[in-house]
């Protein structure tokens, strides 16, 4: 078992919330108790890299710094969550061109790891707020289209009632029947203009993304239920194997028996993903994962903010966040577009310019030695940098130039790829947070899982049955992994078993030692 690790011990005593009604254990019994290996918590988790101001979009770290601070959470998550949906308003009007045979899309997927109060979920409110305010843009627009639809339709049903009497007719005089009068087929709604998906199956997605070609942004709350949802309707595969192909950005057709033959189509399938996930989620997320998908999404997982006075930025500053993160969503989801032959949506593509070009090659190669030299998800992520770099650098220039006067670039610049460069150093120091978690043994990280549930609760004692019962924890209905658990919590000094009736089956109550609370004081 690990030593006291001091930086460790503060970062989880910050998460610490008294959560449970249980009674607790005077601090003066401390019996027997030996001292308990605090360094248990963190047993499963490496420190956290820190994010600097370089590592930002140009322009953007005071806003993201202020916006942390009025949310109470680290801004590691408002600058993830910014980019995050920034990649989604560009969606599909913009690509960028490393070479003449390779373009990359804008969209990225970025997953904020933390516990339950750590301030995911406020962090991401404004981008998501953000979004539905394009949506209510196109609202007046698609009044009207409907009701046009309505006039059309109502039109061609009127029609179609004159043509059975011309049908009748030609019939009765042995005649081919004819087409039916122009005006007389029904149209076709004109489709709701959607930014934001955040609740569906993967079947309901794909008809949405169809139906928007600039792209979507999907937002999750929670992104295990997200992966652990694939293959609810049954087809597991087939979900995973979407968001495969949906990341690359490109066509993908989608053929079921009920379309009758008529698939639905997604020239340019342009996805973004933001959503936050809790630490103890992570194995079973990402163990015996191997099909590319964890590899394609970038890890934040700061340490806690410090529990601080509240602060009030005031109304005009909040307004002015607000009003500056609206205009920018409007900038970049208006970016005008190209269309083909079809009339279909076509990106224009951004080049590198000299500098940045040099830059990315440096990056280029780096990355691909460490995906050659390192194995697993860490070499397997690595091997996704230089399509991730390109993506974040259109971003980042994107974002910088909202926030100036001038007009929009048409290459993008040497700082935007050093910029992105930094913040995928930032990301592969989280990467290494998140792998140390599943390096070690898996009766190891339940136990790391269940003491943290015990200093948050104040626990003077555990049930077995009742731990099984809560939320979160239906894993320790395994007897044999429970056990294992428990036993290294009991080897670590945290836990020992209640004295058992003198008859009768004995009782899976633990003691929790009373030494616990002390060390969270």
Same mark, same amino acid.
């Given at each position: 078992?690990?030593?006291?690790?001091?930086?460790? *011990?503060?970062?989880?005593?910050?998460?610490?919330?008294?959560?449970?009604?249980?009674?607790?254990?005077?601090?003066?019994?401390?019996?027997?108790?030996?001292?308990?290996?605090?360094?248990?918590?963190?047993?499963?988790?490496?420190?956290?890299?820190?994010?600097?101001?370089?590592?930002?979009?140009?322009?953007?770290?005071?806003?993201?710094?202020?916006?942390?601070?009025?949310c109470?959470?680290?801004?590691?998550?408002?600058?993830?969550?910014?980019?995050?949906?920034?990649?989604?308003?560009?969606?599909?009007?913009?690509?960028?061109?490393?070479?003449?045979?390779?373009?990359?899309?804008?969209?990225?997927?970025?997953?904020?790891?933390?516990?339950?109060?750590?301030?995911?979920?406020?962090?991401?409110?404004?981008?998501?707020?953000?979004?539905?305010?394009?949506?209510?843009?196109?609202?007046?627009?698609?009044?009207?289209?409907?009701?046009?639809?309505?006039?059309?339709?109502?039109?061609?049903?009127?029609?179609?009632? *004159?043509?059975?009497?011309?049908?009748?007719?030609?019939?009765?005089e042995?005649?081919?029947?004819?087409?039916?009068?122009?005006?007389?087929?029904?149209?076709?709604?004109?489709?709701?203009?959607?930014?934001?998906?955040?609740?569906?199956?993967?079947?309901?997605? *794909?008809?949405?993304l169809?139906?928007?070609?600039?792209?979507?942004?999907?937002?999750?709350?929670?992104?295990?239920?997200?992966?652990?949802?694939?293959?609810?309707?049954g087809?597991?595969?087939?979900?995973?194997?979407?968001?495969?192909?949906?990341?690359?950005?490109?066509?993908?057709?989608?053929?079921?028996?009920?379309y009758?033959?008529?698939?639905?189509?997604?020239?340019?399938?342009?996805?973004?993903?933001?959503?936050?996930?809790?630490?103890?989620?992570?194995?079973g997320?990402?163990?015996?994962?191997?099909?590319?998908?964890?590899?394609?999404?970038?890890?934040?997982?700061?340490?806690?903010?410090?529990?601080?006075p509240?602060?009030?930025?005031?109304v005009?500053?909040?307004?002015?966040?607000?009003?500056?993160?609206?205009?920018?969503?409007?900038?970049?989801?208006?970016?005008?577009?190209?269309?083909?032959?079809?009339?279909?949506?076509?990106?224009?593509?951004?080049?590198?310019?000299?500098?940045?070009?040099?830059?990315?090659?440096?990056?280029?190669?780096?990355?691909?030695k460490?995906?050659?030299?390192?194995?697993?998800?860490?070499?397997?992520?690595?091997g996704?940098?230089?399509?991730?770099?390109?993506?974040?650098?259109?971003?980042?220039?994107?974002?910088?130039?909202?926030?100036?006067d001038?007009?929009?670039?048409?290459?993008?610049?040497?700082?935007?790829?050093?910029?992105?460069?930094?913040?995928?150093?930032?990301?592969?120091?989280?990467?290494?947070?998140?792998?140390?978690?599943?390096?070690?043994?898996?009766?190891?990280?339940?136990?790391?899982?269940?003491?943290?549930?015990?200093?948050?609760?104040?626990?003077?004692?555990?049930?077995?049955?009742?731990?099984?019962?809560?939320?979160?924890?239906?894993?320790?209905?395994?007897?044999?992994?429970?056990?294992?658990?428990?036993?290294?919590?009991?080897?670590?000094?945290?836990?020992?078993?209640?004295?058992?009736?003198? *008859?009768?089956?004995?009782?899976?109550?633990?003691?929790?030692?009373?030494?616990?609370?002390?060390?969270?004081?």
């Amino acid at each position: 078992m690990n030593s006291v690790n001091e930086r460790a *011990q503060t970062t989880f005593t910050a998460e610490l919330e008294t959560t449970s009604e249980l009674p607790r254990l005077p601090t003066n019994e401390r019996c027997t108790w030996s001292e308990p290996d605090m360094g248990l918590v963190n047993d499963d988790r490496a420190p956290a890299s820190m994010l600097d101001d370089d590592a930002l979009p140009a322009s953007w770290e005071s806003w993201i710094s202020s916006e942390a601070e009025a949310c109470g959470c680290p801004r590691d998550y408002v600058a993830a969550g910014l980019i995050g949906a920034s990649s989604a308003w560009i969606g599909n009007s913009r690509r960028i061109a490393a070479t003449a045979a390779w373009a990359e899309p804008a969209h990225l997927w970025m997953v904020l790891i933390g516990a339950p109060s750590a301030g995911k979920t406020p962090a991401l409110q404004p981008m998501i707020q953000a979004s539905l305010e394009l949506e209510r843009d196109a609202g007046p627009q698609q009044r009207e289209a409907l009701a046009q639809y309505e006039r059309n339709a109502e039109a061609a049903g009127a029609m179609h009632e *004159q043509s059975p009497y011309a049908v009748r007719a030609t019939a009765n005089e042995g005649n081919a029947l004819p087409d039916l009068p122009a005006g007389a087929e029904q149209p076709s709604p004109t489709p709701l203009a959607r930014m934001l998906v955040m609740d569906t199956s993967t079947e309901e997605l *794909q008809r949405i993304l169809a139906e928007s070609p600039r792209g979507l942004l999907y937002a999750r709350d929670e992104l295990a239920g997200w992966l652990a949802g694939f293959g609810r309707y049954g087809s597991a595969g087939a979900d995973r194997a979407f968001f495969l192909e949906a990341w690359n950005g490109g066509t993908y057709v989608c053929d079921r028996v009920k379309y009758h033959g008529s698939p639905v189509r997604i020239e340019h399938a342009s996805l973004a993903i933001i959503g936050g996930m809790v630490p103890d989620r992570l194995r079973g997320v990402l163990v015996g994962a191997d099909d590319g998908l964890a590899e394609r999404l970038i890890y934040v997982w700061p340490d806690p903010r410090r529990i601080s006075p509240l602060v009030d930025l005031g109304v005009a500053e909040a307004t002015h966040r607000r009003n500056v993160l609206s205009a920018t969503a409007r900038k970049l989801r208006n970016l005008p577009t190209g269309t083909d032959n079809r009339g279909n949506l076509t990106p224009r593509v951004l080049e590198l310019d000299g500098d940045a070009r040099q830059i990315f090659d440096d990056l280029r190669c780096d990355a691909m030695k460490r995906a050659q030299n390192v194995s697993g998800l860490p070499g397997a992520w690595a091997g996704k940098n230089p399509g991730r770099a390109l993506r974040l650098a259109l971003d980042f220039e994107l974002l910088a130039w909202t926030a100036r006067d001038d007009r929009e670039p048409t290459r993008v610049s040497a700082d935007s790829v050093a910029r992105a460069g930094r913040y995928l150093a930032y990301a592969s120091g989280m990467l290494d947070r998140v792998v140390a978690g599943l390096s070690i043994g898996r009766a190891d990280a339940d136990a790391a899982v269940l003491a943290r549930h015990l200093m948050m609760g104040c626990l003077a004692e555990i049930n077995e049955r009742r731990l099984y019962q809560t939320a979160g924890f239906s894993w320790a209905r395994d007897a044999r992994r429970r056990a294992s658990a428990f036993a290294v919590l009991e080897a670590a000094g945290w836990v020992r078993r209640k004295v058992a009736p003198a *008859q009768g089956r004995p009782r899976d109550d633990w003691e929790v030692s009373p030494r616990i609370a002390e060390a969270t004081r």
